[in-house]
């Protein structure tokens, strides 16, 4: 079995590999970009690159069923799982290709894959860890709501720290396999196979992305990434009684505090939630480099440099979620502690990083 488990990652990453490859080679006959990416206001690349690099790692991902045969648990879980991301898969694809949905219709979609995964599986969010919430998890419309609101948060936030050269891969590759960490000492041998393959589908895909990208993750891409992590995460919460969420909430943490940070931020300023800006944390590191060292010809430099600086972050969260995976209170604590220093660090960029720039002005004035 564990031959069979190496054999069948191995075929994984080689798939997303040349998948990957092929649609590099054809996407300018396959593609005609009517996007206009270079000149989107939270652009932070300077030549044009197809957006449709979900099609290698979820193709990888179908492929590798035929490994999973032997494996009647695994092979099930896979399919209803992989079954589960279609709607969004699709409606993702449509806008990397040019035919551009709202951020509403992506979001409904992935709604629609949610309810395909607990009509297929059964499962969602059992409990809560938090004072008077877990009382109404008891009832299970509230508590399948409140599965589909954040795991539809989970899934557009991976979507939204998509804006440096390998920022969204690497942060998927590493909560996969703070997954299947959690998973593997749960013995769900299942749910951890399922996570490690995940991760090694997203590193072929990685090797052409990143540091210097020919190929973009895409909207079908990060959207269907972040679903089945969520949805992971929630069957193994169903599963593991003694896990809890603070956990998990620790290995989401930097998409999810990102993408509340988004929303607020628009709202004080009177602005759409939709609309996008420039002012996410990695574009803030990003602007921050080039400010300070490089200047802003450089942003192919900047651009994979702002992620390789911002990956401690990110994974020392996700650590931290493996570490406590069975601990609720002093995950609960570890999360409050991670939310004010994502605060304070962010704030603290963003002053420094605005005196540096003004300074710069008043020199080449």
Same mark, same amino acid.
């Given at each position: 079995m564990f031959d069979q488990s190496i054999s069948t990652a191995i075929f994984v990453f080689i798939s997303s590999v040349l998948i990957s490859s092929v649609l590099?080679?054809?996407?300018k006959r396959l593609i005609k970009n009517k996007r206009g990416d270079l000149q989107a206001v939270q652009a932070t690349h300077v030549t044009p690159v197809p957006r449709i690099g979900g099609i290698a790692i979820v193709s990888a991902l179908f492929l590798s069923l035929?490994?999973?045969?032997?494996?009647?648990?695994?092979?099930? =879980? %896979?399919?209803? /799982?992989? @079954?589960?991301?279609? +709607?969004?898969?699709? $409606?993702? =694809? %449509?806008?990397? /290709?040019? @035919?551009?949905?709202? +951020?509403?219709?992506? $979001?409904?979609?992935?709604?629609?894959?949610?309810?395909?995964?607990?009509?297929?599986?059964?499962e969602w969010l059992p409990r809560a860890d938090f004072p008077g919430l877990e009382f109404a998890m008891q009832w299970a419309p509230f508590a399948i709501m409140l599965s589909m609101f954040l795991t539809v948060g989970v899934s557009h936030a991976f979507n939204l720290?998509?804006?440096?050269?390998?920022?969204?891969?690497?942060t998927a590759i590493a909560a996969a396999l703070a997954l299947a960490m959690i998973a593997n000492a749960t013995e769900l041998n299942a749910h951890r196979d399922i996570m490690i393959l995940l991760a090694?589908?997203?590193?072929?895909?990685?090797?052409?992305?990143?540091?210097?990208?020919?190929?973009?993750?895409?909207?079908a891409g990060a959207y269907s990434i972040g679903h089945m992590l969520a949805w992971m995460s929630v069957s193994i919460l169903w599963?593991?009684?003694?896990?809890?969420?603070?956990?998990?909430?620790?290995?989401?943490?930097?998409?999810?505090?990102?993408?509340?940070?988004?929303?607020?931020?628009?709202?004080?300023?009177?602005?759409?939630?939709?609309?996008?800006?420039?002012?996410?944390?990695?574009?803030?590191?990003?602007?921050?480099?080039?400010?300070?060292f490089l200047g802003r010809q450089q942003r192919r430099i900047s651009n994979p440099l702002a992620t390789v600086i911002m990956l401690p972050f990110i994974v020392t969260p996700m650590w931290a979620g493996v570490m406590l995976a069975t601990d609720s209170m002093y995950a609960a604590i570890t999360v409050l502690v991670c939310t004010f220093l994502f605060i304070t660090t962010y704030a603290t960029c963003l002053t420094i990083a605005k005196k540096m720039r003004n300074r710069r002005h008043r020199c080449i004035s």
């Open positions: 590099i080679v054809f996407s035929a490994f999973q045969f032997g494996d009647a648990q695994q092979g099930n =879980l %896979s399919s209803k /799982l992989l @079954l589960s991301i279609v +709607p969004i898969f699709f $409606i993702g =694809l %449509s806008e990397d /290709l040019g @035919l551009l949905t709202s +951020p509403k219709v992506r $979001i409904l979609a992935a709604a629609a894959s949610g309810a395909i995964f607990m009509w297929l599986f059964g720290i998509d804006g440096l050269n390998g920022l969204a891969s690497l090694v589908a997203i590193f072929g895909f990685l090797l052409l992305n990143f540091p210097f990208p020919k190929i973009f993750l895409g909207d599963h593991a009684d003694d896990v809890t969420p603070w956990a998990i909430l620790l290995i989401f943490f930097w998409p999810v505090a990102d993408t509340i940070l988004a929303i607020a931020r628009r709202l004080a300023k009177g602005r759409p939630i939709a609309n996008p800006d420039r002012l996410h944390f990695h574009q803030l590191i990003m602007r921050a480099v080039e400010i300070i």
